[in-house]
Nanobody
Framework: QVQLVESGGGLVQAGGSLRLSCLAS????????TAWFRQAPGKEREFVAV????????DYTDSVKGRFTISRDNAKNTVYLQMNSLKLEDTAVYFC??????????????????WGQGTQVTVSS
C-alpha cells in the first residue's frame, strides 16, 4: 500500500511558477512509477507528466513541455512537479498517482494503483 499526499498548490498569476510535491508513505522502497494528472472543471482528468521509479525516464503531455519538469527524490519519498510560465489553462486540480510495477511507464490513468487527494492550482490573469 502507498499513500500519496500532494501539496504546493495555490493561486498564481499567469507567467508565474509553482512547485507541487507528492509525498509517499507506506511502501517506501520508491520502486514505483509516479505520474501527475490534472482535472479542470467540467473536463476529464488528463495526463500531465510521468517519471520512472529511478528517474531515468520522463514523459510530458505536449501542452506542458518546456514549462513543467517532473523530478523525484527517493531519499525523501517525494516527487515534484515544477511548473513555470503558468497559463490560465493550467488551472485545475492536480493529482499524483503511483503504480507498484517497476515496469510501468504510461500515460493511462487506469493503470495507476494509488492516487492522492489532489491540490488546487489556480492561474489568474
Amino acid at each position: 500500500q502507498v499513500q500519496l499526499v500532494e501539496s504546493g498548490g495555490g493561486l498564481v498569476q499567469a507567467g508565474g511558477s509553482l512547485r507541487l510535491s507528492c509525498l509517499a508513505s507506506g511502501r517506501t522502497d520508491s520502486t514505483y512509477t509516479t505520474a501527475w494528472f490534472r482535472q479542470a472543471p467540467g473536463k476529464e482528468r488528463e495526463f500531465v507528466a510521468v517519471i520512472r521509479w529511478n528517474g531515468r525516464n520522463t514523459d510530458y503531455t505536449d501542452s506542458v513541455k518546456g514549462r513543467f519538469t517532473i523530478s523525484r527524490d527517493n531519499a525523501k519519498n517525494t516527487v515534484y512537479l515544477q511548473m513555470n510560465s503558468l497559463k490560465l489553462e493550467d488551472t485545475a486540480v492536480y493529482f499524483c498517482a503511483a503504480d507498484e510495477s517497476t515496469y510501468t511507464f504510461t500515460r493511462a490513468a487506469g493503470v495507476y494503483d494509488y492516487w492522492g487527494q489532489g491540490t488546487q492550482v489556480t492561474v489568474s490573469s
